[in-house]
């Protein structure tokens, strides 16, 4: 049931806002609203129980396994709740004079420093708010250098057609055309082809490493020199960080610029789709183009005072993306879990997340499921391709995942990257047990014989679930997106 | 090992299965010499106590004034409920509902939150959210080129009353793609867009305008007039908007005789916390005739295999994942859970509820208003009508005068002369309904105070 | 699953102690404990998961109707929350000095004036814990007072057979011999036969008012004469002070002493069985054994400052029933709540409580069920009596009970008070809407006709719980209270 | 009408069923005079804003010392995720699970917290909670009459070194049923209970000794001894101890020969924060032979019709709801939430996390001692060992220093003497994980200042 349809008109029974109507009689009529929108008028108790209810029929970290490929769905500490919503962090307007930010912006310094540090990078710009809105800022950059060298030609952007569907987004969002580069059958890009796309048209080329393959991009160097030789930059897609968190530092494979997702690699909670944020950080080539604003830090180490730099202090900026400060209150959780990881802890991440990847990639394996790379060592994820059982038995990779879900277990990221057929993108991440891994391989193993002895039955999958499958052709045919009363 | 749940015996058996005697083995694809040394920039680890407790004293540090500066974000009353319901696990720790029948809590609020929105607002359709008002902004100049068939010209009308940080983020996204952004100047003694100031540019061909209701200073724009003047030249007209300020004046779906075409503004007034800036969201309305050119993600209702209703991402083919190149925005990643709050404290309050506050906010205003004008030299800046934000004049230079405030545990405003050098002796002064009478006596006292300061 | 069962040895993945153990070579080897206890060796997210999970196996207020009679299942404010853990209040040690208290204090002094107007004694006491607490409060104070006359003789507390069973245990507990009263077949007490009952042994009696038959015990005045005048005391039950909240105060109507539950009236969360807070109210005659500790007030009502009262104070208080404060924490919730009704909205309270129950005893009266008072008005909760059905198609209370979970509805009280029948106590509160109630009604009668058409299948019910029904003679006759490994 | 749903049509149809013209009409079996007038002392209602500001200025007042204060109320790191958890509305809002099959996620949590309770004590059995550890002992005290069938006495022996007020509200509870307390003296010079003190009663037919461990002065009792002597006697052991300790120390369970049979406690220490004295709970364990004589609720695992393990309220026939005035206990609504806090918090920590912290507890002590006593006069009142409170003794009045400690915000400990009048100059202190040495530095360096100052 909608809430609106549990609203009555003329039910007021809270004690959320003053109760005596205020006076706007110096207000001229004209400017007045005529029509009560028709927002819900529920009990407060009946507005939690419908939300509470609400939030059941939900998947989550906090209640199942959500090995969603290319998310990094890792246990978000609660520690960084708590720390964020401090009155004094929760309440500081984004303007507040620099005299009342001290605490707020020495957070924000030290997390800089510390994503310079894994990044390789020698600038970080925490502004961005989500992956997409990283990879915008740092395009733009390759766009703004190029620009400030009068180096007007460059018009393409590289992709690997094995790209997230940002990256092509952005590049356009940038002005620029995109070109495909193609994935060879190991799952790295095929550089030879690579040599004959670039030219001086190359403005850059934007990769994750490890691919959304989830397999190490094993000649990085080679195909740095590539782009770097024909004047173009390349951009590091950080979505996958977390495979290489510790372990390698993309300033150091030759990118240039690069985003991170700190809801995934940070541990910051995806929120049934947001907030996210995507930092930005540079090397030398390109800090004098950094989005606004940053921290900067004058004074001594022990007496540090911390200070906003804006287009006064960065003249070449790209300038600023969003009104204030990004999504400061992630950027403060991010800060809070690099902090109670420490240094040992962020150099564990790559090892765990890519040891349990490889356990769960070799045990499916042995259990008859087919890996998409399967002489390639696993990253932080994997591939599975169902082709085999689509063919044999009719019960497409969609249908797996949705029969995964009566096992209670979310379902792994279906049909990307788009080169592999059927394919399931797997990612446990490093804060799942072995247990919780084991248990999601009884479910394969176990809807693969499902598949075997009664394909119909999978096909019709969910059962357990709010619903049974949706028509999408029809949510997308019959529009419905207000409810109309 | 912080939130890592291997034990030993875990770690070799898995290394057993994988056929391998080290997780460094599982390394061996990476060329030795890119592998990374010592974090030297990460400290050792904080205990979750000693972490809370650097962060209790950060947080001290930044607390405790009273505040009244605005400018885009604005401190409200938020039910406990909201962030209680808000931060329960399987809201706050699931993603974008990609499995549908395992994420309806998530679908079912997002498209509630869509019906609020569009009501709210006066229009058919709303978005799922953008990230904030400003990229908002950004991502609705794009959708007005896309959507408006009939201009050629790329360029959009914005007036300099907008916001300034929401001009030049959309200056910033929208440049790469030959959007030109042209200003319209504003009344110096109305401190709003006057149909007059429009005229030089009828005949030429743009492609939308931006009507901000209130406008940066608080003062209300006559949207019926310049609503009817754009659609008269066959602009699409983009409203910005304050979400809590609709509940009092009128919505952009109702401006003139056709209302706006796109509708835009940042959510956070709306049960998000100020936090410094964010997360907040960026909301999106537009009519259903070009719906299919809005960015962001869509929830619809449907019907599953039994026929029961549910609700799932719709009109995919609009996004990223789906039309890569092509897509209507890279955007992927939104501000779900803000969005999350907002749609409980819009539940809460109901539109009686949000009357009312708004109402009390524009009371305040108008109290303190009084109040500081009553100080000899202190002035409303500008004629006419303004909402819950007014621009007061000042007797010395404002950011001066704001510093001393500051001193005195009081955040007066934001400094008009910061972004408009004839405006350095005009603050920008913000009341909510969190200020009680005595708050405003705060605020009076302590500028007298100041003024009487500097001029001796 | 357990958490035991999800338990390995040597797992150490939390963030919430010092990582490095401490030097404890100062403390002999005999004092040290040799065998590490049996707690689980889980990671923060298994422990999260763990008990989200299981928290969604319950029914609550904030997911269901709950009219549990007897116990005000009314919404528990979110606000009262997010004030009683303000840190000051959260932080505050119990034995802080009053130098450091004064805020704490002033809303306990607060609350103790509001719950004298409601209750219209003069004195009252914050300390005990639940409502059986301020029994044994109340009826230790009963003793004191005739023990300080030399009364000795009084050995006998008189108890309606309606009464909860609290009442006699605890004039048990305080050392007196229970005496039933009977109660007629319209609710109300047996006045002559009480009459009979009374004498110089008489210590006092103990009731309730609406009684647990929900109806008004419409002579109360003749009772507290009779009791009154053989010498004895009377003690008021406050659990169903609900329903007389702001309508009757139960010093009017004679009573000497009461509790009231706060967890109930004054709507803070039950908590899965507890914390509640029971607070005892006295008239003049049993001011002097209040129990400590009690909030006193000194100064002028502009500048107060608020002190302890101890046995100093009160040198013939019964003394105090725990190490500290009571719940304390619970009060500060109760006097937020009584703060966000405000005057009106506590007179409201009973109205629209008694009102609810009303409308659902009529409604289900009109689709053929059968109220234990048909001719008496209801007052916040009412009995019905399912005999009809159980001898009809053999379903008795607890079958309807358990089917209505299958309806999403919480069952009500079930065969309590126990001389009725096969009976349902059924309280809705008066924060449920008329549609929450109507859902119930139509759930009721849907399982009416299913008891008709299908009996077997009703006496198997649930069968949507995360459990079926459960073997209860097993639970007590093969004792498993801990998991053994 | 806050809280109350009604809108004024749902309230005539209301009147309509029921057949009456007004909700007044629904008390007219109430004798008139008998209606209540105005609430007077009830003020206006707030909004839960105004409420908050009042709540946040009142908060404020008590905040901000550093304390040392213990005395039975421990301050520790509380995890975020235990009661982020513990507040779901499904665990906090549900009522004593009467209806099992919708009731296991509250039932097998506390079969769960029953089986951790247990082991910590080392004993067979644990119940659901009793309101406090004070309290809990007053049952301990009515259980062991029950459960020692050889003795007639209705005596228990209780050292002064117990907690004051645990003996306080013992007494207070048990008098009324002809139990008597017998004090026994505790040694001047350990603060402790010995053997010898014991001699003398000997003989004589006592029903139970209480045993503190660490006892009210924090020293440790040599409880293998004292539990021996008890048996000896034919007594009942009741073992009374901080369960935060327990992660260190020997458990009751495993005390002497044969071990505690009774063991309370107030489980505060465990995840449930000061709150100015609660909702804290008593916990209560015993062996499996006298469990039929235990208070309150006890959870069983069992199945159900399909055989499924499932969790159920168990033994209901020892309490007040089926055997009435035959009962264990008068107690009903127990202490659930904080269980729930305490399970959740013990499954974070597991055994190591625990014994950590509490070491941790024991190591700051040390240290605050080391410190405290290198001031001239100042010195530890007892000799032997203690884990995290210290008597120390101080050359001037305990109250007057702890005052002027008060004032420099420094809580500085609990006065010994307002309970033992040869202890006036002795501060009980306490020192838990949660002190940096910064912290004691504060402490040491305030009163070496208030000692300074009291003899100048
Ligand atoms: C490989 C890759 N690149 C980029 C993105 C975009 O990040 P965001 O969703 O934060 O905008 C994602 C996120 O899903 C991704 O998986
Ligand atoms: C009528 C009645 N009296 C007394 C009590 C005991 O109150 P508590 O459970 O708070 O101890 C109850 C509670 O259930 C009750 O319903």
Same mark, same amino acid.
């Given at each position: 049931?909608?809430?609106?349809?549990?609203?009555?008109?003329?039910?007021?029974?809270?004690?959320?806002?003053?109760?005596?109507?205020?006076?706007?009689?110096?207000?001229?009529?004209?400017?007045?609203?005529?029509?009560?929108?028709?927002?819900?008028?529920?009990?407060?108790?009946?507005?939690?129980?419908?939300?509470?209810?609400?939030?059941?029929?939900?998947?989550?970290?906090?209640?199942?396994?959500?090995?969603?490929?290319?998310?990094?769905?890792?246990?978000?500490?609660?520690?960084? *709740?708590?720390?964020?919503?401090?009155?004094?962090?929760?309440?500081?307007?984004?303007?507040?004079?620099?005299?009342?930010?001290?605490?707020?912006?020495?957070?924000?310094?030290?997390?800089?420093?510390?994503?310079?540090?894994?990044?390789?990078?020698?600038?970080?710009?925490?502004?961005?708010?989500?992956?997409?809105?990283?990879?915008?800022?740092?395009?733009?950059?390759?766009?703004?250098?190029?620009?400030?060298?009068?180096?007007?030609?460059?018009?393409?952007?590289?992709?690997?057609?094995?790209?997230?569907?940002?990256?092509?987004?952005?590049?356009?969002?940038?002005?620029?055309?995109?070109?495909?580069?193609?994935?060879?059958?190991?799952?790295?890009?095929?550089?030879?082809?690579?040599?004959?796309?670039?030219?001086?048209?190359?403005?850059?080329?934007?990769?994750?490493?490890?691919?959304?393959?989830?397999?190490?991009?094993?000649?990085?160097?080679?195909?740095?020199?590539?782009?770097?030789?024909?004047?173009?930059?390349?951009?590091?897609?950080?979505?996958?960080?977390?495979?290489?968190?510790?372990?390698?530092?993309?300033?150091?494979?030759?990118?240039?610029?690069?985003?991170?997702?700190?809801?995934?690699?940070?541990?910051?909670?995806?929120?049934?789709?947001?907030?996210?944020?995507?930092?930005?950080?540079?090397?030398?080539?390109?800090?004098?183009?950094?989005?606004?604003?940053?921290?900067?830090?004058?004074?001594?180490?022990?007496?540090?005072?911390?200070?906003?730099?804006?287009?006064?202090?960065?003249?070449?900026?790209?300038?600023?993306?969003?009104?204030?400060?990004?999504?400061?209150?992630?950027?403060?959780?991010?800060?809070?879990?690099?902090?109670?990881?420490?240094?040992?802890?962020?150099?564990?991440?790559?090892?765990?997340?890519? *040891?349990?990847?490889?356990?769960?990639?070799?045990?499916?394996?042995?259990?008859?499921?087919?890996?998409?790379?399967?002489?390639?060592?696993?990253?932080?994820?994997?591939?599975?391709?169902?082709?085999?059982?689509?063919?044999?038995?009719?019960?497409?990779?969609?249908?797996?995942?949705?029969?995964?879900?009566?096992?209670?277990?979310?379902?792994?990221?279906?049909?990307?990257?788009?080169?592999?057929?059927?394919?399931?993108?797997?990612?446990?991440?490093?804060?799942?047990?072995?247990?919780?891994?084991?248990?999601?391989?009884?479910?394969?193993?176990?809807?693969?014989?499902?598949?075997?002895?009664?394909?119909?039955?999978?096909?019709?999958?969910?059962?357990?679930?709010?619903?049974?499958?949706?028509?999408?052709?029809?949510?997308?045919?019959?529009?419905?997106?207000?409810?109309?009363? | 090992?912080?939130?890592?749940?291997?034990?030993?015996?875990?770690?070799?058996?898995?290394?057993?299965?994988?056929?391998?005697?080290?997780?460094?083995?599982?390394?061996?694809?990476?060329?030795?010499?890119?592998?990374?040394?010592?974090?030297?920039?990460?400290?050792?680890?904080?205990?979750?106590?000693?972490?809370?407790?650097?962060?209790?004293? %950060?947080?001290?540090?930044?607390?405790?004034?009273?505040?009244?500066?605005?400018?885009?974000?604005?401190?409200?009353?938020?039910?406990?409920?909201?962030?209680?319901?808000?931060?329960?696990?399987?809201?706050?720790?699931?993603?974008?509902? =990609?499995?549908?029948?395992?994420?309806?809590?998530?679908?079912?609020?997002?498209?509630?939150?869509?019906?609020?929105?569009?009501?709210?607002?006066?229009?058919?359709?709303?978005?799922?959210?953008?990230?904030?008002?400003?990229?908002?902004?950004?991502?609705?100049?794009?959708?007005?080129?896309?959507?408006?068939?009939?201009?050629?010209?790329?360029?959009?009308?914005?007036?300099?009353?907008?916001?300034?940080? =929401?001009?030049?983020?959309?200056?910033?996204?929208?440049?790469?793609?030959?959007?030109?952004?042209?200003?319209?100047?504003?009344?110096?003694?109305?401190?709003?867009?006057?149909?007059?100031?429009?005229?030089?540019?009828?005949?030429?061909?743009?492609?939308?305008?931006?009507?901000?209701?209130?406008?940066?200073?608080?003062?209300?724009?006559?949207?019926?007039?310049?609503?009817?003047?754009?659609?008269?030249?066959?602009?699409?007209?983009?409203?910005?908007?304050?979400?809590?300020?609709?509940?009092?004046?009128?919505?952009?779906?109702?401006?003139?005789?056709?209302?706006?075409?796109?509708?835009?503004?940042?959510?956070?007034?709306?049960?998000?916390?100020?936090?410094?800036?964010?997360?907040?969201?960026?909301?999106?309305?537009?009519?259903?005739?070009?719906? %299919?050119?809005?960015?962001? %993600?869509?929830?619809?209702?449907?019907?599953?295999?039994?026929?029961?209703?549910?609700?799932?991402?719709?009109?995919?083919? %609009?996004?990223?994942?789906?039309?890569?190149?092509?897509?209507?925005?890279?955007?992927?990643?939104?501000?779900?859970?803000?969005?999350?709050?907002?749609?409980?404290?819009?539940?809460?309050?109901?539109?009686?509820?949000?009357?009312?506050?708004?109402?009390?906010?524009?009371?305040?205003?108008?109290?303190?208003?009084?109040?500081?004008?009553?100080?000899?030299?202190?002035?409303?800046?500008?004629?006419?009508?303004?909402?819950?934000?007014?621009?007061?004049?000042?007797?010395?230079?404002?950011?001066?005068?704001?510093?001393?405030?500051?001193?005195?545990?009081?955040?007066?405003?934001?400094?008009?002369?910061?972004?408009?050098?004839?405006?350095?002796?005009?603050?920008?002064?913000?009341?909510?309904?969190?200020?009680?009478?005595?708050?405003?006596?705060?605020?009076?006292?302590?500028?007298?105070?100041?003024?009487?300061?500097?001029?001796?």
């Amino acid at each position: 049931m909608l809430i609106f349809e549990q609203s009555r008109s003329g039910r007021k029974a809270f004690a959320q806002s003053p109760s005596v109507a205020a006076d706007l009689s110096g207000l001229p009529e004209s400017f007045i609203r005529k029509e009560k929108p028709g927002l819900p008028e529920v009990s407060e108790l009946q507005a939690i129980r419908h939300y509470t209810n609400l939030s059941r029929k939900n998947f989550s970290i906090d209640t199942q396994f959500y090995p969603l490929g290319s998310c990094t769905m890792k246990y978000n500490p609660r520690g960084a *709740l708590a720390a964020a919503i401090l009155p004094g962090m929760l309440n500081r307007h984004p303007l507040a004079p620099e005299s009342h930010s001290q605490g707020f912006l020495a957070c924000l310094h030290d997390l800089q420093e510390m994503l310079k540090d894994v990044t390789g990078m020698k600038g970080v710009s925490l502004t961005p708010m989500a992956g997409a809105q990283g990879e915008f800022a740092g395009v733009a950059m390759i766009r703004a250098y190029h620009d400030a060298r009068d180096d007007d030609g460059r018009t393409e952007i590289l992709v690997p057609s094995a790209a997230h569907g940002t990256n092509p987004a952005t590049a356009v969002m940038c002005g620029f055309k995109v070109r495909e580069v193609p994935v060879g059958s190991d799952g790295d890009v095929d550089v030879e082809t690579l040599k004959t796309l670039v030219g001086p048209q190359t403005a850059g080329i934007m990769l994750t490493n490890p691919s959304t393959c989830g397999v190490f991009e094993r000649r990085i160097e080679e195909i740095a020199s590539i782009i770097h030789d024909v004047g173009g930059l390349l951009y590091y897609d950080g979505a996958n960080l977390n495979a290489i968190l510790g372990k390698v530092k993309p300033g150091d494979m030759g990118f240039d610029v690069m985003h991170m997702n700190l809801h995934k690699t940070f541990a910051t909670p995806h929120g049934g789709g947001g907030p996210g944020s995507g930092p930005v950080a540079v090397n030398e080539r390109l800090l004098p183009y950094l989005p606004t604003p940053i921290v900067g830090k004058d004074g001594s180490d022990d007496a540090p005072t911390y200070r906003w730099l804006t287009d006064k202090d960065i003249p070449e900026t790209i300038g600023n993306l969003s009104a204030f400060m990004g999504n400061a209150g992630i950027l403060v959780r991010a800060y809070v879990y690099a902090t109670l990881l420490g240094r040992e802890g962020m150099h564990r991440v790559g090892e765990y997340a890519t *040891l349990n990847a490889n356990y769960m990639a070799k045990k499916l394996e042995k259990e008859g499921f087919q890996l998409a790379y399967p002489d390639r060592r696993a990253t932080h994820e994997f591939i599975i391709t169902l082709s085999k059982l689509t063919k044999e038995h009719g019960v497409n990779a969609m249908d797996v995942a949705k029969r995964l879900l009566d096992y209670n277990q979310h379902a792994p990221t279906t049909y990307f990257p788009l080169l592999v057929p059927e394919c399931h993108l797997i990612e446990p991440t490093e804060t799942e047990s072995k247990e919780a891994m084991d248990e999601y391989i009884a479910a394969m193993v176990s809807i693969l014989k499902e598949a075997e002895s009664d394909a119909e039955m999978v096909r019709g999958a969910p059962y357990t679930q709010p619903v049974k499958r949706l028509d999408d052709v029809k949510a997308a045919r019959e529009l419905d997106l207000a409810w109309k009363g | 090992m912080p939130f890592i749940p291997h034990t030993e015996q875990d770690v070799q058996e898995m290394l057993d299965t994988i056929g391998v005697s080290s997780i460094e083995d599982l390394f061996d694809e990476i060329p030795p010499q890119l592998r990374a040394g010592e974090l030297t920039q990460v400290p050792e680890a904080l205990s979750e106590m000693d972490m809370m407790r650097r962060m209790r004293e %950060r947080a001290a540090q930044d607390e405790g004034a009273l505040c009244f500066i605005g400018a885009g974000a604005y401190e409200h009353h938020i039910p406990a409920a909201v962030w209680d319901v808000t931060t329960r696990g399987e809201f706050m720790t699931a993603y974008t509902p =990609y499995q549908a029948e395992a994420s309806q809590g998530t679908l079912q609020l997002v498209y509630e939150y869509q019906s609020m929105m569009a009501s709210l607002m006066a229009m058919d359709v709303s978005n799922a959210s953008l990230y904030d008002g400003a990229s908002g902004l950004a991502e609705a100049a794009l959708m007005a080129v896309r959507a408006n068939r009939k201009s050629k010209s790329r360029k959009i009308l914005v007036p300099g009353s907008v916001h300034p940080s =929401y001009r030049s983020a959309l200056n910033v996204i929208v440049e790469a793609q030959n959007i030109e952004i042209v200003e319209v100047e504003w009344n110096p003694s109305t401190g709003t867009t006057l149909i007059d100031n429009l005229a030089s540019f009828e005949g030429e061909d743009f492609t939308a305008i931006v009507i901000a209701q209130p406008n940066f200073f608080g003062q209300l724009e006559d949207v019926d007039a310049l609503t009817d003047w754009a659609h008269a030249q066959k602009m699409l007209v983009v409203g910005l908007v304050n979400p809590m300020a609709m509940a009092v004046l009128e919505a952009p779906g109702n401006w003139g005789e056709k209302g706006a075409d796109i509708v835009v503004g940042d959510g956070q007034p709306l049960g998000v916390p100020m936090a410094s800036g964010g997360p907040y969201y960026g909301f999106m309305c537009c009519t259903s005739a070009i719906v %299919r050119q809005m960015p962001g %993600r869509i929830i619809g209702r449907t019907v599953d295999l039994d026929g029961k209703p549910g609700y799932a991402l719709t009109l995919q083919a %609009r996004e990223q994942h789906i039309r890569r190149s092509k897509a209507t925005s890279n955007i992927c990643t939104n501000q779900g859970l803000a969005v999350t709050a907002s749609t409980i404290y819009m539940s809460l309050l109901g539109p009686d509820g949000l009357a009312t506050t708004s109402g009390h906010c524009y009371q305040n205003t108008q109290k303190l208003i009084a109040l500081l004008t009553s100080i000899d030299g202190v002035d409303k800046a500008f004629s006419g009508h303004n909402f819950h934000e007014c621009a007061i004049k000042v007797p010395a230079k404002a950011s001066l005068v704001l510093e001393k405030l500051a001193e005195r545990e009081v955040l007066g405003g934001f400094d008009l002369g910061v972004n408009y050098s004839d405006l350095e002796d005009v603050i920008l002064v913000c009341v909510t309904e969190t200020k009680t009478d005595t708050d405003l006596d705060v605020y009076k006292l302590a500028l007298a105070d100041v003024l009487n300061e500097i001029n001796s």
